[in-house]
């Protein structure tokens, strides 16, 4: 089994900052791409972020210039560093990640139980 623990998420006003972190553990033998979600109520699932192995990148337009997203593949753990936060940012984060488990030759998406981030005007 695999699993995603998340964690970093709260409440924060307009303008403010928070860094979420989720770390993959289990009997991994590699991870391809790390991505972050958010989901607000009554709204998809939505793609926000996305970082593959060799550590390219990718955003969703409305968070470019504000947030980061990071890895660091010895801890298998992924980061999204999240600046200027604004009240639509508000929305349940959710990790996925792509991986290959040992003994494996195959990859499956695994997902995180979500963390809550409120941004409050």
């Known amino acids: 089994q695999v699993q995603l623990v998340e964690s970093g998420g709260g409440l924060v006003q307009a303008g403010g900052s928070l860094r979420l972190s989720c770390a993959a553990s289990?009997?991994?033998?590699?991870?391809?791409?790390m991505r972050w979600y958010r989901q607000a109520p009554g709204n998809q699932r939505d793609l926000v972020a996305a970082i593959a192995s060799g550590g390219s990148t990718n955003y969703v337009d409305s968070v470019k210039g504000r947030f980061t997203i990071s890895r660091d593949n010895a801890k298998n753990t992924v980061y999204l560093q999240m600046n200027s936060l604004k009240p639509e940012d508000t929305a349940v984060y959710y990790c996925?990640?792509?991986?290959?488990?040992?003994?494996?030759?195959?990859?499956?998406?695994?997902w995180g139980q979500g963390t809550q981030v409120t941004v409050s005007s």
């Open positions: 996925n990640a792509v991986v290959r488990r040992s003994g494996t030759s195959y990859y499956n998406n695994y």
């Open positions: 289990g009997t991994i033998f590699s991870i391809n791409a």
